[in-house]
Each structure stands twice: as structure tokens, then as C-alpha cells.
């Protein structure tokens, strides 16, 4: 199976900033859309920002707006998640999908392929 790699993940204050980073193996590079996913425990997961493959096609959850960028590197197969001014809200682990049709879905179910996660933790 598929898996991609986040990595990025880590415990720090309220207002720090951290960079997460998704690796995308050779066979998922044709994958047009690419996001990113939070899950805190006992809630369900949720959407955090996508990419489509074209230059500014990026959607964001209202509650990372002005805080949050996601990017890609298509070259490196390579997908970021910058957070700043991160909340204790934020904390949970993220993980990175993709999924080769357009559109970027809000529903976990729309992305075929996923990460393992990594943990975000934001202290107050």
C-alpha cells in the first residue's frame, strides 16, 4: 500500500510556528490533489487546508485562515503545512493525503492515500 510521510510534528507554546512536511512516493506523484488532515482525540477528523496541482488553487478549514499555508513542491513531490501563531485548538495529529481526481474535498473519504500522521502538540 501506498503511504505517504509526514514529518514536522512537535510540542510547543502557544504562538510558536511549525512546518510540516509530507513526502510523496514516485508512484503518487500524478496525484492532483494533496491536503492536509487534523484529527484531536475523540473527535473525528477534520479538513485543514488543500492544493490542487495548479498555482493557487488552495483551500483552507476557517479556522487556519490567516495563520496556515499549504504548499507543494511538485518537482521534489514534496507537500508543506506552515502553522503559525499555533493555538492549543491546533493540537492533534495531522496527516498528509492525496488523491489523483481534481477537486480538493473536504471528506476524508474523497483521498485514496494517506500518511501515518504526526503529532502536534500546542501548549498553552
Known amino acids: 500500500q501506498v503511504q505517504l510521510t509526514e514529518s514536522g510534528g512537535g510540542l510547543v507554546q502557544a504562538g510558536a510556528s511549525l512546518r510540516l512536511s509530507c513526502a510523496v512516493p514516485?508512484?503518487?506523484?500524478?496525484?492532483?490533489?494533496m491536503a492536509w488532515f487534523r484529527q484531536a482525540p475523540g473527535k473525528e477528523r477534520e479538513f485543514v487546508a488543500g492544493?490542487?496541482?495548479?498555482?493557487?488553487?488552495?483551500y483552507y478549514a476557517d479556522s487556519v485562515k490567516g495563520r496556515f499555508t499549504i504548499s507543494r513542491d511538485n518537482a521534489e513531490n514534496t507537500l508543506y503545512l506552515q502553522m503559525n501563531s499555533l493555538e492549543p485548538v491546533d493540537s492533534g495529529v495531522y496527516y498528509c493525503?492525496?488523491?489523483?481526481?481534481?477537486?480538493?474535498?473536504?471528506?476524508?473519504?474523497?483521498?485514496?492515500?494517506w500518511g501515518q500522521g504526526t503529532q502536534v502538540i500546542v501548549s498553552s
Open positions: 493525503a492525496a488523491r489523483v481526481a481534481r477537486g480538493v474535498p473536504t471528506t476524508p473519504r474523497f483521498y485514496e492515500f
Open positions: 514516485e508512484r503518487t506523484s500524478n496525484a492532483n490533489t
Open positions: 492544493s490542487g496541482r495548479n498555482i493557487g488553487m488552495t
